[in-house]
């Protein structure tokens, strides 16, 4: 259920839409979507008015952010642990869907993390992210305490 400032917002939006969608058919705006241009609707300071008209789609190059593990005593374990070879990889899955609960006030969406074994491509573990999580330091506490459990276990069924 939207709130009032949700739906002022979304009316907002339709509005504009609605207006951007009637100037490219009265006004006849040519836009070659497959070669790459878009329809754009904006506000033009010199004009005082709204603009619509053809440009070139602009996709923004994707910023990863690069993690640092500062937990001193967990970066001491690790560089004595010998590699296994083994390659643990690390996806965060937002999931199309929403949760309803009742710790909070709005349906959250769900983000999932997974494991998975880059060898094998065997999913290891998964875990939904709570809107409190970070996934940063989700993926480095779980992950390496699943990576010493996942050795171990490695570990222990060679000995068998």
């Given at each position: 259920?939207?709130?009032?400032?949700?739906?002022?917002?979304?009316?907002?939006?339709?509005?504009?839409?609605?207006?951007?969608?009637?100037?490219?058919?009265?006004?006849?705006?040519?836009?070659?979507?497959?070669?790459?241009?878009?329809?754009?609707?904006?506000?033009?300071?010199?004009?005082?008015?709204?603009?619509?008209?053809?440009?070139?789609?602009?996709?923004?190059?994707?910023?990863?952010?690069?993690?640092?593990?500062?937990?001193?005593?967990?970066?001491?374990?690790?560089?004595?642990?010998?590699?296994?070879?083994?390659?643990?990889?690390?996806?965060?899955?937002?999931?199309?869907?929403?949760?309803?609960?009742k710790?909070?006030?709005?349906?959250?969406?769900?983000?999932?993390?997974?494991?998975?074994?880059?060898?094998?491509?065997?999913?290891?573990d998964?875990?939904?992210?709570?809107?409190?999580?970070?996934?940063?330091?989700?993926?480095?506490?779980?992950?390496?305490?699943?990576y010493?459990?996942?050795?171990?276990?490695?570990?222990?069924?060679?000995?068998?």
């Open positions: 259920m939207l709130d009032e400032e949700e739906v002022l917002k979304e009316t907002e939006v339709f509005k504009h839409l609605f207006m951007a969608l009637q100037d490219f058919i009265e006004k006849d705006i040519k836009v070659d979507f497959e070669a790459g241009e878009t329809l754009v609707h904006r506000y033009g300071k010199q004009q005082n008015t709204w603009i619509t008209h053809a440009a070139p789609l602009v996709i923004p190059e994707r910023k990863y952010l690069i993690p640092v593990l500062k937990d001193e005593l967990l970066l001491s374990r690790i560089a004595k642990q010998k590699n296994t070879g083994t390659d643990i990889e690390m996806d965060i899955a937002y999931v199309n869907s929403t949760i309803r609960d710790r909070y006030e709005r349906p959250i969406a769900i983000r999932s993390c997974i494991l998975a074994d880059s060898r094998t491509e065997m999913v290891i998964q875990y939904l992210l709570t809107p409190e999580d970070d996934e940063v330091q989700y993926g480095f506490r779980y992950g390496n305490q699943l010493f459990k996942y050795r171990k276990a490695q570990k222990d069924f060679c000995k068998r």
